[in-house]
């Protein structure tokens, strides 16, 4: 089941958030290469940079829940996950498989952010001004799920009117694969710090086009 990490919030105790959000945190640093970190300060500024800054606007991340969920309509999915709080007493964080999280505008604070965005910038601009970040957890991985959260985060895109998404990975990395099976198209390829980082965009079809 796919839920916005707005609904999810909403829908959940004050006190059940910081579980939720803790649940998002380990998934991005089983993900994530660095794992260790000089101070807190240096592990806060990390986890702002790729989750926190997105979190503001929590209507544009969406989550992947466990499947004990998944058949069950959008309509009842309050019900559901508030039945599962009964039977589990809280809300557990190992329901939560994977996230997206993600912007329709890329910003000043972005552009800070990553300085890597400024070497895609004329693209970003121009074409392809939204954004993703997307992770599952091990276990989770090869079943779809991705392609499913890509899908509802598109049509909140779209929703939105944005004109085209973007995403910079690895030129090598397996997930290129994954973007294209999505109708991601690659857009440019620069060498950055010895490695090779490849910005994967897809142009959303315009009301006058449709
Ligand atoms: C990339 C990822 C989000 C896709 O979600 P998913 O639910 O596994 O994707 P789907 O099942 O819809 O699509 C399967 C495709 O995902 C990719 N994929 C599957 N497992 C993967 C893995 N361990 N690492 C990277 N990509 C993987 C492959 O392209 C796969 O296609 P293939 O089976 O033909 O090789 C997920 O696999 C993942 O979190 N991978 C590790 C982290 C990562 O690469 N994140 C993206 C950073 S830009």
């Known amino acids: 089941m796919i839920i916005s990490l707005a609904s999810l919030l909403e829908s959940l105790p004050k006190v059940a958030h910081v579980e939720v959000i803790e649940s998002i945190e380990a998934i991005f640093f089983e993900t994530s290469t660095r794992k260790t970190f000089a101070s807190v300060e240096d592990r806060h500024n990390f986890l702002y940079r790729y989750l926190g800054v997105y979190f503001k606007n929590p209507t544009f991340c969406f989550l992947a829940l466990n499947p004990d969920l998944e058949n ?43 300085p890597y965005l400024e070497l895609f910038r004329s693209h ?81 079809p315009t009301l006058q086009s449709l």
């Open 124 to 204: 970003i601009d121009q074409r392809y001004p939204s954004h993703l970040h997307i992770n599952f957890t091990q276990a989770a991985r090869g079943k779809g799920t991705g392609s499913s959260l890509i899908a509802e985060f598109e049509r909140a895109l779209t929703a939105s009117r944005s004109p085209g998404v973007h995403l910079i990975t690895s030129t090598f990395s397996r997930n290129v694969t994954f973007y294209e099976k999505n109708n991601y198209q690659r857009v440019l390829e620069i060498d950055y710090q010895n490695s090779s980082l490849l910005m994967l965009g897809k142009i959303f």
């Open 72 to 114: 069950l309509t959008e309509s009842t999915t309050t019900a559901a996950i508030n039945t599962h709080q009964n039977k589990m007493g809280t809300f557990i964080p190992r329901n939560i498989l994977g996230y997206l999280v993600g912007t329709p505008v890329t910003t000043k604070e972005h552009y800070e952010l990553h």
